[in-house]
C-alpha cells in the first residue's frame, strides 16, 4: 500500500473537485460537438455493465416471482407464523366449544330433555347455477332411492344453511338459494330469540325486515332459522348481523353461496319445537313493589 505524505494528500484532496468539474465539462463538450460519440461511449458502458446487471437482479426477480432459496424460506416462514396463529384460533374456538358441551349436557340432564328425531338427508354435487324462474338457484344431483319425497327439504353446506329445495325429481333437486329475491325465511336474532324475517334481495346480504320495533339487530349478533310458519326448523345457523352503507342490516351468509360444490339436503319431521325466547321483561312483583 502506497502511503503518502500530508501535504501531498491535502493537494490531491484540493484538486479533486476541480478535476471532476473538469472532466464533467469536457464530456459535456464532447456530446455537444460528437453526439455519435456520446451514443457509442453509452453503448459501450452497457454492454459492459450488462453482466453485472444481471448477476445482480438474478436474486431479486427470484425473490419477485417467488422462486430460490430465500423466496422458499420467506414463504414457508410466513405460513408457518399463519398456521401458528390459525391453531391458536382454534385452540381457543375447542375450549369454547367444549365448555358449551358440557353446558349443553348439564342443561338436558336438568330439564329431562327428549331430543327430536333425526332428520333424514342426503348429499349431492351441486352440478349447474340456474336462471330461468329464480335468480339465484342451483341443481343438486342425488341418487335416484334419495330423490323422493324432497321437497321442502332444508340445503346446507359445511357452515350453515344455504337454500330449500322447492323442486325434486327423480335424480336431481332445485334449490332456492336464501339470496333470490323470492327467498323468505323466518329467523331468531342472537341469545334473545327475537324474531324476524330474512329475505332475499338477489345481492350477497339478504335484508332483515320486521323486527321488533325499538329493538333493532345488534351488529355481529348470530341469526338462527325459526319454526315460525313450519317451514324451517329452528336453530339452525344461517348467518351474522351486519350493517351496511346505507345503515340498514342484512345477513352476512355463513354459506359459501358463490362456490357451493356439494350440499346436504336434510328432510326434517313436519312438527319442531321452537326456540324459547329469552325474556328481558322485568318481574311482575319487582315492578308492584316499585309502585308502591
Given at each position: 500500500?502506497?502511503?503518502?505524505?500530508?501535504?501531498?494528500?491535502?493537494?490531491?484532496?484540493?484538486?479533486?473537485?476541480?478535476?471532476?468539474?473538469?472532466?464533467?465539462?469536457?464530456?459535456?463538450?464532447?456530446?455537444?460537438?460528437?453526439?455519435?460519440?456520446?451514443?457509442?461511449?453509452?453503448?459501450g458502458l452497457?454492454?459492459?455493465?450488462?453482466?453485472?446487471?444481471?448477476?445482480?437482479?438474478?436474486?431479486?426477480?427470484?425473490?419477485?416471482?417467488?422462486?430460490?432459496?430465500?423466496?422458499?424460506?420467506?414463504s414457508l416462514?410466513?405460513?408457518?407464523?399463519?398456521?401458528?396463529?390459525?391453531?391458536?384460533?382454534?385452540?381457543?374456538?375447542?375450549?369454547?366449544?367444549?365448555?358449551?358441551?358440557?353446558?349443553?349436557?348439564?342443561?338436558?340432564?336438568?330439564?329431562?330433555?327428549?331430543?327430536?328425531?333425526?332428520?333424514?338427508?342426503?348429499?349431492?354435487?351441486?352440478?349447474?347455477?340456474?336462471?330461468?324462474?329464480?335468480?339465484?338457484?342451483?341443481?343438486?344431483?342425488?341418487?335416484?332411492?334419495?330423490?323422493?319425497?324432497?321437497?321442502?327439504?332444508?340445503?346446507?353446506?359445511?357452515?350453515?344453511?344455504?337454500?330449500?329445495?322447492?323442486?325434486?325429481?327423480?335424480?336431481?333437486?332445485?334449490?332456492?338459494?336464501?339470496?333470490?329475491?323470492?327467498?323468505?325465511?323466518?329467523?331468531?336474532?342472537?341469545?334473545?330469540?327475537?324474531?324476524?324475517?330474512?329475505?332475499?334481495?338477489?345481492?350477497?346480504?339478504?335484508?332483515?325486515?320486521?323486527?321488533?320495533?325499538?329493538?333493532?339487530?345488534?351488529?355481529?349478533?348470530?341469526?338462527?332459522?325459526?319454526?315460525?310458519?313450519?317451514?324451517?326448523?329452528?336453530?339452525?345457523?344461517?348467518?351474522?348481523?351486519?350493517?351496511?352503507?346505507?345503515?340498514?342490516?342484512?345477513?352476512?351468509?355463513?354459506?359459501?353461496?358463490d362456490s357451493?360444490?356439494?350440499?346436504?339436503?336434510?328432510?326434517?319431521?313436519?312438527?319442531?319445537?321452537?326456540?324459547?325466547?329469552?325474556?328481558?321483561?322485568?318481574?311482575?312483583?319487582?315492578?308492584?313493589?316499585?309502585?308502591?
Amino acid at each position: 500500500m502506497i502511503r503518502l505524505s500530508i501535504p501531498l494528500r491535502q493537494i490531491l484532496s484540493r484538486l479533486t473537485l476541480p478535476f471532476m468539474l473538469m472532466l464533467s465539462l469536457g464530456f459535456v463538450l464532447i456530446g455537444r460537438a460528437d453526439q455519435n460519440f456520446t451514443d457509442h461511449l453509452r453503448s459501450g458502458l452497457d454492454d459492459i455493465l450488462a453482466p453485472a446487471y444481471m448477476l445482480v437482479s438474478r436474486p431479486i426477480v427470484a425473490a419477485e416471482n417467488g422462486t430460490g432459496a430465500l423466496a422458499r424460506l420467506l414463504s414457508l416462514d410466513s405460513e408457518n407464523a399463519a398456521l401458528r396463529r390459525e391453531n391458536a384460533r382454534l385452540r381457543q374456538w375447542q375450549e369454547v366449544a367444549m365448555a358449551l358441551e358440557a353446558q349443553n349436557k348439564a342443561l338436558k340432564s336438568a330439564l329431562n330433555y327428549t331430543p327430536p328425531a333425526a332428520p333424514r338427508f342426503t348429499t349431492g354435487e351441486v352440478v349447474a347455477d340456474l336462471g330461468g324462474v329464480y335468480a339465484r338457484s342451483v341443481l343438486v344431483l342425488v341418487s335416484p332411492a334419495a330423490a323422493h319425497g324432497l321437497t321442502g327439504a332444508i340445503a346446507m353446506d359445511g357452515r350453515g344453511v344455504a337454500g330449500r329445495v322447492v323442486a325434486a325429481g327423480g335424480r336431481s333437486a332445485r334449490v332456492l338459494l336464501i339470496t333470490d329475491l323470492n327467498s323468505r325465511v323466518p329467523v331468531a336474532l342472537g341469545a334473545s330469540g327475537a324474531p324476524a324475517l330474512m329475505a332475499g334481495t338477489n345481492g350477497p346480504d339478504p335484508a332483515l325486515l320486521y323486527w321488533r320495533p325499538g329493538h333493532p339487530p345488534v351488529e355481529g349478533e348470530m341469526v338462527l332459522t325459526s319454526a315460525a310458519g313450519g317451514a324451517f326448523p329452528p336453530g339452525l345457523p344461517v348467518g351474522v348481523v351486519h350493517y351496511n352503507a346505507q345503515h340498514d342490516p342484512v345477513v352476512l351468509p355463513l354459506a359459501d353461496l358463490d362456490s357451493l360444490r356439494v350440499l346436504r339436503l336434510f328432510s326434517y319431521p313436519d312438527e319442531q319445537p321452537a326456540l324459547t325466547p329469552i325474556s328481558h321483561s322485568r318481574p311482575a312483583h319487582a315492578h308492584h313493589a316499585r309502585s308502591r
